[in-house]
C-alpha cells in the first residue's frame, strides 16, 4: 500500500501503529544525531522523527524542501505537543524512507505568510496551490458548489451542459472569438453566457435548468474581473418574478448554512432601483449600515416623485447654486474631526477616481452648536435645518457634496462605503443580502443616440408597461430630451441580488413572444434583415411554443470570495488570469504557428 494515512489523520489513538506516509517535506531541521522533518499533504502535516541509525542514510540521500517522500514507521506520543495543528501530539518514528522524487529549491515559500510575490507565486500556481492558504479558497469553492448542486437537485433542476462554440452576438461585452478551420472565413464565439441556450432549453420542456458555467468576456479587465469567470446559470418556466426571487434566495440561505454554518433566517430585504440610487446612490447598496444620502437639490427628472427640498440650500454659495446635485451624509461620531482629517477626506474625493472637485463639512458638535466650513453662506438655524433634515446626531459630522447628478451621486456612495470602512461598519463576517428590484429596462447611449438594454436583450418589461413599448417608437428625436421619451421610464421584469455591497447574481423574466423580441430587438436598432441573421434561431424557437420563463445567473467566483471573507476573486480560482488577460503560468495568450495560420487562411494585420 502506497500510503496507509495522509498527513493530517494521525492522533494520540494511533500510537504505537506502524504506518506508512507519503507526502511534500516541508521543514527539515537538525538536533544533533536526530532530523525532524515535517510531511504536507492536502491533509496536514506530520512531524517525521529520523534517529541516529537512519544518519548515514540521510547523509547519502540528503532531503530538500518540497521533495517527495515515502516513509514508514511507528506512531509515537511527542514530547514536545503543538497544540495549533490536529496531529501535533503525535510524531513518527521513521524506520524506512524512500524519495519518490526531488524538488527543484521552490522560488518561495510554501507557507501561510509567503515570501513570494503576486507574479512570482503566479508563474508558480502548481506550488501557490500547495499553500494552505490558498487550499482553503479552493476547498470553500467547493463546498459552494456542492451546496448549489445539491439544493438544485433536490428543487429537480436538471445540469444541462450547453456549447462553448457557438455564434457572435456581441450585445453588451466583446466576445471572443475562435476561427473555424472547417468554415474558412467563419468564427465562432466563447459565451458571454448560456443567455439563449437556456431560454432555448426551456422551449423544448426542461423546465428547471442549471449549470455551473463558464463564460467569457472580452473586456478591458477592471479590478478584479477575468476574462473567463464560473457563473451559477438558471432557468425556469412557468414562473412569475417572485417565484425566482423565492427560489433562489433559498440557495443562497442554503449556501450560508452549509458553508459558514450562518442561519440566515431574516427575510431578504427588496428594494426598488430607484430607491437605491436615491438612497444610497449605488444600484447594489451595502445595506449593512446606515449613513444613507439625503438629497438636498437633485434634477427633477430623475426622481420626478420626490419632493423638492433645495429651499433648504439656497444662498449666495454658488457652488451650491451652480450644482445640479448636492447630496449629504451624517458620519456618525466623527464631528471631532480635525482640519488635517477633513482635508484628508478632501484629497481623497479629489482623486481621478471619484472626480470631485471637494466637499463641504458640517459638524454636529456635542455641546449643540454648529460649525461649517460654509459658515459664510450659512446662519447656524439654516446649518441646523440641514442637520435636522439629514437625521444627523449630535456627534456626526455632515459631508456635503456638489456637482453634475451621475458623478455626484457615485461620489457620495463611495464616500458612504469609505467612511463605513473605516469606520468598522463592513464586517467581513456579517453577511446581509439584498434584492433590487424595477431596473430600467433600457440606458442611452449618447455616442449612438440609441436604447441599449441594461441587462440584456432577452429581458421583459414589467407587464404594465409593455403597452408603452408597443405603442412608442423607439427614435429619439431630441437626444438632450431623451430622458422624457417614453422609453426611458419603461421598468424591467428584472432584479439583481447584492450581498453586502456586491452584485452576486442578476436574471429576469424573459421575453417569450416573438412579435414583442422583435419590437425589442427594433428598439436596440436593429433592422428585420439584423435581427434574423443573429437571433433568427431563437425568433423561429419563439414560433413553436415558447412557455413564459425566466432566470437568473450567479457570479460563482464573487460569492466564494465575499464568503472566503477576501476581495479578490483570483484568490477563489485555481488558475487565475493576470490583470492583463495573461497567464503568466503557461504564458498565454501566445503567437501560433505561421503553420496554424495557413490552415486557418488567416492573415495577421497587426497595426
Ligand atoms: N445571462 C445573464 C447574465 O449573464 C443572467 C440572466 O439573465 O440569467 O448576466
Redesign the pocket.
Known amino acids: 500500500m502506497f500510503r496507509t494515512h495522509t498527513c493530517g489523520e494521525l492522533r494520540i489513538n494511533h500510537i504505537n501503529q506502524e504506518v506508512t506516509l507519503a507526502g511534500w517535506v516541508q521543514t527539515i531541521r537538525k538536533f544533533g544525531s536526530i532530523t525532524f522533518v515535517d510531511l504536507r499533504d492536502r491533509y496536514g502535516i506530520t512531524q517525521l522523527l529520523f534517529g541516529e541509525d537512519l544518519n548515514t542514510q540521510l547523509e547519502n540521500n540528503p532531503l530538500g524542501r518540497e521533495f517527495v517522500l515515502q516513509v514508514k514507521g511507528i506512531v509515537a506520543e511527542r514530547s514536545n505537543k503543538n497544540k495549533n495543528i490536529a496531529t501535533g501530539e503525535i510524531e513518527i518514528n521513521i524506520q524506512s524512507f524512500q524519495i519518490l522524487n526531488k524538488s527543484a529549491v521552490p522560488p518561495f515559500t510554501i507557507q501561510d505568510d509567503t515570501d513570494g510575490g503576486d507574479d512570482l507565486r503566479m508563474k508558480y500556481r502548481f506550488l501557490d496551490l500547495r499553500r494552505n492558504a490558498v487550499k482553503k479558497n479552493l476547498e470553500l469553492r467547493y463546498a459552494v458548489n456542492r451546496s448549489v448542486r445539491n439544493y438544485l437537485h433536490e428543487k429537480g433542476f436538471m445540469d444541462i451542459e450547453t456549447p462553448f462554440l457557438i455564434k457572435s452576438t456581441p450585445e453588451?461585452a466583446r466576445d471572443f472569438v475562435v476561427p473555424s478551420r472547417m468554415n474558412p472565413g467563419q468564427f465562432y464565439a466563447l459565451p458571454?453566457?448560456?443567455?439563449t441556450f437556456?431560454q432555448l432549453l426551456m422551449v423544448s420542456g426542461y423546465d428547471r435548468y442549471f449549470q455551473i458555467v463558464k463564460?467569457f468576456r472580452d473586456e478591458d479587465l477592471r479590478a478584479d474581473r477575468q476574462p473567463e469567470f464560473t457563473?451559477i446559470?438558471?432557468?425556469m418556466c412557468f414562473v412569475e418574478q417572485e417565484d425566482i426571487l423565492q427560489m433562489f434566495e433559498s440557495m443562497i440561505k442554503q449556501v450560508f448554512k452549509d458553508v459558514k454554518n450562518i442561519d440566515y433566517t431574516d427575510s431578504v430585504e427588496r428594494m426598488t432601483w430607484q430607491e437605491a440610487m436615491w438612497n444610497f446612490g449605488n444600484d447594489k447598496p451595502d445595506i449593512r449600515f446606515g449613513m444613507k444620502l439625503t438629497n438636498l437639490k437633485f434634477p427633477a427628472h430623475t426622481f420626478p416623485t420626490k419632493k423638492d427640498i433645495s429651499s433648504l440650500i439656497a444662498s449666495d454659495f454658488a457652488v451650491f447654486n451652480d450644482a445640479e446635485t448636492v447630496v449629504a451624509i451624517a458620519v456618525p461620531g466623527c464631528s471631532e474631526y480635525s482640519r488635517k482629517q477633513t482635508n484628508e477626506l478632501v484629497e481623497w474625493a479629489k482623486r481621478p477616481q471619484i472626480g470631485m472637485k471637494g466637499l463641504a463639512f458640517i459638524k454636529c458638535n456635542t455641546d449643540g452648536t454648529y460649525k461649517s466650513t460654509i459658515d459664510k453662506f450659512f446662519t447656524e438655524e439654516q446649518l441646523k435645518a440641514i442637520a435636522q433634515t439629514c437625521n444627523a446626531q449630535t456627534g456626526d459630522l455632515i459631508i456635503l457634496v456638489a456637482g453634475p447628478e451621475e458623478r455626484t451621486r457615485k461620489a457620495t456612495s463611495e464616500l458612504r462605503l469609505e467612511m463605513g470602512k473605516r469606520l468598522g461598519f463592513r464586517k467581513d463576517d456579517e453577511f446581509k443580502l439584498l434584492w433590487v428590484l424595477d431596473f430600467p429596462l433600457f440606458e442611452y447611449a449618447e455616442e449612438d443616440n440609441r436604447w441599449v438594454a441594461r441587462?440584456?436583450p432577452?429581458?421583459a418589461p414589467k407587464p404594465s408597461d409593455i403597452d408603452i413599448m408597443i405603442n412608442n417608437n423607439p427614435v429619439i428625436e431630441n437626444p438632450a430630451e431623451y430622458l422624457k421619451h417614453p422609453y426611458a421610464n419603461i421598468k424591467a421584469n428584472?432584479y439583481d441580488m447584492v450581498l453586502n455591497g456586491n452584485e452576486i447574481?442578476?436574471?429576469?423574466i424573459?421575453i417569450y413572444q416573438k412579435e414583442l423580441q422583435q419590437k425589442m430587438f427594433a428598439a436596440l436598432g436593429m433592422d428585420a434583415e439584423e435581427q434574423q441573421h443573429k437571433f433568427g434561431f431563437l425568433l423561429g424557437a419563439f414560433e413553436y411554443g415558447a412557455p413564459p420563463h425566466?432566470?437568473?445567473?450567479f457570479g460563482f467566483d464573487r460569492l466564494c470570495s465575499i464568503l472566503g471573507g477576501s476581495e479578490s476573486i483570483r484568490d477563489f480560482i485555481a488558475f487565475p488570469k493576470n490583470n492583463s488577460g495573461r497567464d503568466v503560468m503557461i504564458d498565454a495568450p501566445s503567437e501560433i504557428d505561421a503553420k496554424q495560420f495557413d490552415e486557418l487562411q488567416i492573415k495577421l494585420n497587426l497595426k
Open positions: 453588451g458571454q453566457s448560456p443567455q437556456k463564460c457563473q446559470d438558471c432557468e441587462h440584456h432577452f429581458t428584472a447574481g442578476g436574471g429576469s424573459r425566466g432566470g437568473i445567473a
